[in-house]
Structure formats: structure tokens, C-alpha cells
């Protein structure tokens, strides 16, 4: 006779330690002393233009997308009928210098505006 044990699942729990996965990117951490800080952790002082979105001082590139994209969502700039499209107001339209930019091609702008 057959032996019922329990169905194999593809599934696989996560460690009790682990965080909950939240919808908000997490602060990215410093390097320990003496090393080197990597492309997404060096701090950038970001253009006029984009500081009237992010503020002002330096700040990681993965932090102005944070922000960029929470100034997005605050002011409901997402287009409703495609959500990869973002509609620029004042603001934005002088970071980007168009009306309209997706979502992937939104970096491309950004980073002309942090030195």
C-alpha cells in the first residue's frame, strides 16, 4: 500500500528573523570604515531643478529615485491608463524637459541632474 505522506510544494518559508517585505525601498547602508562606497551609495548633490523635488543637500542616487518617485505618487502624476508613464508637472517638466517620460527612461533624466 501506497504511503500518504504529505504533497511536495515549491514553497519555502522565510526565516523567522527575516523582515517583512514592504512596499518601501530600505536606507541604504554605509560601507564599513575604509571601504569604498559603491555607485548607488555615493552621495550626490543633486540641481536646483531637482532639488525643488528632493531637497536640498547631498543625497545616494537610490535615494532621489526614492524620492522622486514618492513626489510622484503624493501628487498622483502616474498616468491611470498606463502606470509606467509619468505626466511631469512644473516641477518636474524642468528635470525631465518633456511632459512625458516612462518610468525607464526616467533615470536617464535624473542622473543629468546629480554631480
Known sequence: MPSKAPPKTSETKAPKDAAPAQGKAAKIDKPAKGAKLNALQQPLQPSAELAAV?????????????????????????????????????????????????????????AQHLK
Open 54 to 110: 528632493v531637497g536640498e543637500g547631498k543625497l545616494a542616487r537610490g535615494e532621489v529615485v526614492s524620492k522622486v518617485w514618492v513626489y510622484i505618487k503624493e501628487n498622483k502624476l502616474q498616468n491611470p491608463d498606463d502606470g509606467r508613464e509619468i505626466i511631469a508637472d512644473d516641477k518636474l517638466r524642468k528635470v525631465f524637459g518633456k511632459d512625458k517620460v516612462t518610468m525607464f527612461e526616467m533615470n536617464k533624466h535624473l
